[in-house]
């Protein structure tokens, strides 16, 4: 069974940074992408970044790029970090964890990924 398990959230002031861990219990060989979503309040789940897992290639969404990067474990490659810099108070919301298995090439989308975490909440406060 495939299990995401997130942690690292908190409650931090703006301008702080955090970094995010999420432990997977996926075979790596089997992963094509490895992603972080996150859903404030009252708002649709949106993309922040992806990890392809093969070659080790990031991609960002607009709102993070330059601010926020996305890493993984070098030695058990079972962990996917998101780290988070210059937060800002609407980065608050819960983050998620994602992993595609199946073929392709997106990654951007919710329905892009086969399996999810629990999540971990993110607070900014300005």
């Known amino acids: 069974q495939v299990q995401l398990v997130e942690s690292g959230g908190g409650l931090v002031q703006a301008g702080d940074s955090l970094r995010l861990s999420c432990e997977a219990s996926?075979?790596?060989?089997?992963?094509?992408?490895m992603g972080w979503f996150r859903q404030a309040p009252g708002k649709e789940r949106e993309f922040v970044a992806a990890?392809?897992?093969?070659?080790?290639?990031?991609?960002y969404a607009a709102a993070v790029e330059g601010r926020f990067t996305i890493s993984r474990d070098t030695v058990k490659r079972k962990i996917l970090y998101l780290h988070m810099n210059d937060l800002k108070p609407e980065d608050t919301a819960v983050y998620y964890c994602?992993?595609?298995?199946?073929?392709?090439?997106?990654?951007?989308?919710?329905?892009?990924?086969?399996?999810w975490g629990q999540g971990t909440q993110v607070t900014v406060s300005s």
């Open positions: 990890f392809r897992w093969t070659t080790g290639s990031p991609n």
């Open positions: 996926i075979h790596t060989l089997s992963t094509n992408f």
């Open positions: 994602a992993a595609r298995i199946r073929h392709g090439s997106t990654f951007s989308g919710e329905r892009d990924y086969d399996y």
